[in-house]
Each structure stands twice: as structure tokens, then as C-alpha cells.
């Protein structure tokens, strides 16, 4: 039976679907995808302003099969809020997702995103993390990691790239203390799925992070993002975590970390990195030190003394606090 077949035999859910005009080979359409795949037909939508929603919603079409509304870019989070509560107020059991890009979740829309939260209410929020503002040209934002070029971090004389540091936004966002919170990447569909179908089981606030790399705006070929979207995990730049009310409970183990550079050196927004400058050397190690300080803080190479569950995650319990 060919997989065509298959696939036919056991359609899916698509929530969203063909009528979008997403460059080839983007990362945040493969996980949009899959996401509300998961989540299926009884969910509605606020998206922030960002890629994602001008991409689905090319006037007069869409390429949304679930209803779904565009908030400000600012405010995802508090039209997620009062959806959830309206929807409540009527008793139904429609379950709100909230979509925001990093610019939408680590930056502008953080407020609304934090009060949310800590308003307890029963909402998915996904951030789709491609690492800069892209809809508007390639931005820096709080997500664009280290040494990275953008069109407001070029490298030149003052600086090799992004001065700061990426943002830890899940270890703020668990700082609420909210039932479940956790990173994912479009590198690993099937982690996608178990995560939000995690999310979906909880009546409470959830939050998944998904790393969606994005050839225009990091400079790669459309064919290699699930590549690219490997490495940065395998390279432990971008760890795969789940936190329950703060603590981890779960990363996805890395066995033989790769040197940072081979996920590097697939992108032009570090290429300044590989040229004869005096500092790139710096920066590389610089980067290596943040991947090796992820191995070391989530034991990422499985080090010590620990056990696993059925999906192979490595589960950590490192003083969750509970008092739900
Ligand atoms: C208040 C406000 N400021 C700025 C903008 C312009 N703007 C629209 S989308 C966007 C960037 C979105 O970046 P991100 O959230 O990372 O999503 P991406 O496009 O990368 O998926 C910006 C700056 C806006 N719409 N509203
Ligand atoms: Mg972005």
C-alpha cells in the first residue's frame, strides 16, 4: 500500500490549508499546519499581526477552514482572553488559540501575553519564534539570537551582528506558574503533535514555542528549513523542554551534540561569522558557550542519573511547584 494511500485512508483535519502565499519552504506554514491539525475543528483563532496572518488572509481569500479573527500585533493575548471568556459566559467548550510570531510575543504583545497567564485563562497560545520580525523586512527582535544579521543588526565596524542575547521567553512565561509550558520545532512534526495535544487536555493557560526557521529572512534555501530546524536542535541552541507550573519536566535528549558552526554555516545571517574578521572567532565561541550552557543546565546529553517515558523525553522533575 503506497503512503498515498494511506494518507487517503486516514484523512486529517486541516485547519488550515491551500490558499495561503507563504514563501516556499516556510516553517511557520508547516507548523501552522500542524498545529491546528492537532487541535482540530472545535477551536477558535485570534493571530497577531505578523507573517502568518498576511500570508492566510490574501483578501478576498483565506486559507483558514476554522473561524478565526486577526487582533492588533499588540494585543493577541487579551482578545484570546476575552474570546475564552465570552465562550464561557455561553457554555460552550470551544477552545481559544492565541497565535503570535517572536516580534508579537517576546516584544510588543508581551503585556497582554503576561496577563493572560496570570489570569488563569483556558487559552493555547503558540508563538511562532522565526527569530525576527520578518513580515515587515527582517527586523531585529528580542528572539533574534546572538551575532545574528538582520537589517537592523548588520555587522560592521560597532558590532558582529545582534549585540544581545535571545530572550529566554519560556522560563518567563513559567514563571506564571501556568499548568504547562514548552518548546517545540517544525524539525520534529510528531513532538509538535504530542505537545499540543498536551496543551489541548489542559483547562488553563498553555504556552508551546515553535522554533520555524525561515529561508528569506535567515538566508537558506527553501529545501533545507527542516534541516536547519534540526540542527539548531542537535546543536542545543534550540533545546526541545516542557516545564509543568514552572519546573521542567521533560527535554528531548541530544546524544552527540554538534559543533554550533554546522547550523551556522548553513545560514547568511551568520555568515559575517566565517569571514577573516578578528572577531568572528569570539563570537563563534561565544555561541558555543550558550549551546554548551544549554547541554549543561537541561542535561541535555543525559549525563546524569535519569529515566524516561514512553516518548523517550527525559523527565527531569526538578521541583515543579503544585498547587493547582
Ligand atoms: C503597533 C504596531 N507596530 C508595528 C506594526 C508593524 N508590524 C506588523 S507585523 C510586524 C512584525 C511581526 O514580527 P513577528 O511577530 O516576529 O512575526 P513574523 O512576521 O516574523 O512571523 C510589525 C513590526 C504593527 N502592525 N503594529
Ligand atoms: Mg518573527
Redesign the pocket.
Known amino acids: 500500500m503506497d503512503i498515498i494511500h494511506l494518507r487517503q485512508k486516514q484523512p486529517r483535519f486541516e485547519g488550515m490549508t491551500a490558499g495561503h502565499r507563504a514563501c516556499l519552504g516556510c516553517g511557520?506554514a508547516l507548523a501552522a499546519r500542524l498545529v491546528t491539525e492537532v487541535a482540530g475543528p472545535d477551536v477558535i483563532v485570534a493571530n497577531?499581526?505578523?507573517?502568518?496572518e498576511?500570508f492566510t488572509t490574501p483578501w478576498p481569500e483565506s486559507a483558514w477552514r476554522i473561524p478565526w479573527a486577526h487582533s492588533?500585533?499588540?494585543n493577541t493575548g487579551a482578545v484570546a482572553a476575552g474570546m475564552e471568556a465570552a465562550l464561557k459566559a455561553q457554555g460552550k467548550s470551544t477552545k481559544v488559540l492565541a497565535f503570535?510570531?517572536?516580534?508579537?510575543?517576546f516584544?510588543?504583545g508581551f503585556q497582554a501575553l503576561s496577563g493572560m497567564l496570570e489570569r488563569g485563562h483556558n487559552v493555547l497560545y503558540v508563538c511562532?519564534d522565526?527569530e525576527?520580525?520578518?513580515?515587515?523586512g527582517i527586523?531585529r527582535?528580542s528572539?533574534t539570537p546572538h551575532a545574528a544579521m538582520t537589517t537592523t543588526s548588520p555587522p560592521g565596524a560597532a558590532r558582529m551582528g545582534k549585540r544581545h542575547l535571545k530572550k529566554d521567553i519560556l522560563s518567563i512565561v513559567a514563571a506564571h506558574h501556568i499548568p504547562y509550558a514548552a518548546t517545540s520545532s517544525v524539525a520534529y512534526p510528531s513532538d509538535i503533535r504530542k505537545k499540543v495535544r498536551r496543551a489541548m487536555a489542559i483547562d488553563g493557560p498553555t504556552f508551546l514555542q515553535i522554533h520555524v526557521p525561515?529561508p528569506l529572512?535567515w538566508g537558506y534555501d527553501g529545501d533545507k528549513t527542516i534541516e536547519v530546524g534540526r540542527l539548531a536542535v542537535e546543536t542545543g541552541l534550540f533545546p526541545l523542554l516542557e516545564l509543568e507550573r514552572g519546573g521542567v519536566t521533560g527535554v528531548m535528549p541530544i546524544r552527540n551534540p554538534k559543533p554550533v558552526s554546522d547550523y551556522l554555516k548553513q545560514q547568511n545571517r551568520f555568515r559575517h561569522l566565517f569571514s577573516d574578521d578578528a572577531r568572528a572567532q569570539q563570537e563563534l565561541l561565544h555561541l558555543q558557550a550558550i549551546a554548551d550552557h544549554h547541554i549543561e543546565i537541561y542535561d541535555l546529553t543525559q549525563q546524569q542519573a535519569s529515566r524516561f517515558d514512553t516518548d523517550g523525553m527525559n523527565i527531569v522533575r526538578r521541583g515543579g511547584l503544585r498547587y493547582a
Do not use: H, P, V
Not at 132 to 136: D, P, S
Open positions: 511557520e497577531a499581526t505578523g507573517c502568518l498576511i492588533l500585533f499588540e503570535g510570531g517572536d516580534g508579537g510575543t516584544d510588543i511562532y522565526n525576527a520580525y520578518m513580515n515587515t527586523q527582535s528572539s525561515c529572512g
